[in-house]
């Protein structure tokens, strides 16, 4: 079940509103969730108390982006075993919640293993419940530190390539710290430009259809007084060849092990253009989001979304009454079937790097890529 706290709908205040909390009031602990369907307009909470209200908001993606998903399906599975739900239910229902994004995975069953190491022990549900709870904390601490550790390397390498400053960054959908513990991945580098003085401009795609460019990354942008700019995505183009973008910088939610990157629908183009005007193309990202067993850009599963979120105007937080199915204004005509991929993949031949908290990889190859991920086991083992 999930409920709402609503707060001041003041769009001008800097929220500091953490994307996602673990309460124990006195009738039982919750996952609290900043709505991001409501943002920027106002800010509103959801309480969720069980995992099937977390697996809705995930679907609605009123919690999203890559790490926080994360961590948000290892608080769900922790959330299940305190409240005494069926623990394995919950994290297969968690863990099918959307395909693309592997750390949701990776957070679940990193919380779901910690869980049954107790049970399958023959220790009590309360003690395995407090090592799922545990292992979602840590994982929760770990993304923030990955994102402070990504900010560094990925600030190094833009000022490597750029030794001049007054970097032109071009940005797609939202990467800070509404998708993570810290301050995010493509964003959080953008965010160490900016302190450090040497962001000259944030170019912004509005990131159609759900506008996670428009509402989340311009809000982030917004609050942390960085120079920003909002463009259409087929701005972009055109934006290119007047030559006012130096790099570009994107997240990602899986990264196949040939260095594939599936990320928002959009980022493939971004990188053709990039590639035709010379400018780096960088993507950022927790190692977490590596995933070995996946081969291949092809093998990556695509998740497709309702075709109303194209053929329609949503705000999401503002449904318009008697609209058809999403909701929102009719853009098309009524029984128009549309093409709403959420994800798409681009090929590593055209990723200049890959940034982690383990370091930069450039060029992106399988060698390169299993290397981190068995460096990365080494750091979080010893
Ligand atoms: C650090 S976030 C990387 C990705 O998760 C992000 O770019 C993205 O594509 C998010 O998509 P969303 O559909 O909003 O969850």
Redesign the pocket.
Known sequence: MADQYAHSGDNKRPTGMPALRWEEPPEGPVLVLLD?TRLPAEEVELVCTDAPALVEAIRS?AV??????GVAGAYGVALAAVRGYDVDDAAAALESA?P??V?LAVGVRRAHSAYRAVVDGGGDPRRAAGAALAAARQLHQEDAEASARMAVHGLALLDELMPGGGHRILT????GSL??GGE????AVALAAHRAGRLRRLWVDE?RP?L?GARLTAYEAARSGMAYTLLTDNAAGSLFAAGEVDAVL????RIAADGSVA??VG?YPLAVLARYHHVPFIV??PVT?VDPSTPDGASIEV?QRPGHEVTEITAPQVPVAGAEAGGGIPVAPLGTTAYNP??DVTPPELVTAVVTEEGVVSPVTTEALAALCARSRQVTIS
């Open positions: 991001q993606l999203r982006g890559a790490p926080l998903l959307r693309t994004a750390n797609h959908c939202n990467t998708v993570s995010g991945t493509a964003f990131t759900l996670q994107v997240g990602a939610d990320n928002k980022s950022v990202a989001t998740e959420a994800f």
